[in-house]
């Protein structure tokens, strides 16, 4: 069992395929594949589908492959700090499927936990609940969302060992568990590879039956809103 | 009439000791320098529970951010989590109450706060999921538009982020609760009459 990739390009070696559907991690800037992301760029595969909260700003994150128009569609619950975003998508360019935050994240969780579908209240009477089955329970009413399975995962950790158990650190958790869930072949990028044996068994985050590839780099982690109060 | 801090205030008054909350981007997040010495327990939908300040300059970490993506700090009572688990605690009910913005809200409860057709695509983030899942849904804005049009609606005009979910509005002039029928008013503004309260108001105000 070998899991350890020098590079991502290496990494997604074999796993990229034109019109493919990819989950990613992060949420804003914040724990998003940064690595991955370039190395998706580079490979230059096209007519993607993102499941991501969010689509990055213009030039990082997700971002960058909206420039090299290498994304055919977004399912997204916030796209509100990408300009480009928004001029594709209102000239038609990009499909967009807006998810309520928490069935996003709970799509990907249904999804890498063979639940093809499940009820929730999220968006009833709302745009979101339109064309989708309602049921009641105990009298209140409930749609029917879809899990997802992605054709490939990718997501940022902080800490991983060989086996690609995997902690995070802070709110870069978010989504990058659920992510990697909904994945059928997942692929981490970590600040750091930790022999196995060196992380505490009772403090990972997301066993690495879920990682099935994995790197080792330096990440610049942007901030989005640089927010102070005087010391 | 309230100012932004005024209506950040008196939002507080609406947390008890306790409780977990959640608040929104805009004058919601300022409700937090009103809390006292109330036991308030702040979750951010993009997995924290515990939210502290802004941090100082040394302080300052990527990896930790709130649901608007500004740089915050740790409590000793934090706890992290990923963002399943953070929607299943808000859809489960296991958040008390959330305080949000609002673009337009009805006398029916309808809320809407996340898209202008053809004008504004950003998304609703987490506040369908928030409105359909707390237990209290606590609307804070201005009562009227830049054109001084009523945001307090017989019907809302916009796409909704939620149906019949507000419980209490607190504008800049006063309070309001969704009853059967219409609005109550609750109180008013520092310096606004009832008359004024109604005259700003287009949703049916019942006594």
Excluded at chain 2, 80 to 102: E, V
């Amino acid at each position: 069992m070998k899991k350890v990739y020098a590079n991502a390009a290496e990494a997604l070696d074999g796993l990229l395929f034109d019109g493919m559907f990819i989950s990613s991690g992060g949420f804003g800037l914040c724990g998003i594949p940064e690595l991955l992301l370039q190395a998706i760029k580079e490979a230059g595969t096209k007519d993607l589908t993102f499941a991501s909260n969010n689509a990055g700003v213009d030039d990082f994150g997700i971002g960058i492959l909206l420039q090299t128009k290498q994304v055919k569609k977004m399912i997204s619950s916030y796209v509100g700090e990408n300009a480009e975003f928004m001029r594709q998508y209102l000239s038609g360019e990009l499909e967009l499927e807006f998810n309520p935050q928490g069935t996003l994240a709970e799509r990907m969780r249904a999804g890498g936990s063979g639940i093809p579908g499940f009820y929730t209240k999220t968006g009833v009477g709302t745009q979101v609940a339109e064309g989708k089955e309602h049921k009641e329970f105990d009298g209140e009413t409930y749609i029917l969302e879809r899990g997802i399975v992605a054709d490939l995962a990718i997501v940022k950790a902080w800490k991983a060992d060989d086996t690609g158990n995997l902690v995070f650190r802070k709110t870069a958790r978010n989504f990058n568990p659920p992510a990697a869930m909904s994945g059928r072949v997942c692929v981490a990028e970590v600040e750091e590879i930790v022999p196995r044996g060196s992380l505490d068994p009772d403090h990972i985050h997301l066993p690495g039956i879920y990682v099935h590839r994995l790197i080792q780099g330096e990440h610049e982690k942007r901030i989005e809103q640089r927010t102070i109060r005087e010391a | 009439m309230w100012d932004r801090n005024q209506m950040a205030a008196r939002a507080a008054q609406e947390l008890e000791d306790g409780m977990y909350v959640n608040l929104g981007i805009g004058i919601p997040t300022l409700v937090a320098n009103y809390v006292g010495d109330k036991d308030i327990t702040l979750q951010s939908e993009n997995g924290m529970l515990g939210m502290g300040p802004f941090p100082t300059e040394d302080e300052i970490d990527p990896d930790l951010i709130n649901a608007g993506k500004q740089t915050i700090t740790e409590l000793a009572r934090t706890s992290y989590f990923d963002s399943a688990t953070s929607f299943g605690m808000i859809r489960g009910g296991k958040i008390a109450a959330a305080i949000l913005g609002a673009m337009e809200v009805a006398e029916n409860g309808d809320l809407a706060n996340w898209m202008i057709p053809g004008k504004l695509v950003k998304g609703m983030g987490g506040a369908m999921d928030l409105v359909a899942g707390v237990g209290k849904v606590i609307v804070v804005m201005d009562h009227t538009n830049k054109h001084g049009e009523s945001k307090v609606l017989k019907d809302c005009t916009l796409p909704l982020t939620g149906k019949g979910v507000v419980d209490r509005i607190i504008t800049n002039l006063g309070v309001l609760d969704v009853v059967e029928g219409g609005l109550k008013i609750v109180e008013c503004a520092d310096g606004v009459t009832e008359e004024e309260l109604r005259a700003a108001t287009e949703a049916t105000i019942v006594s």
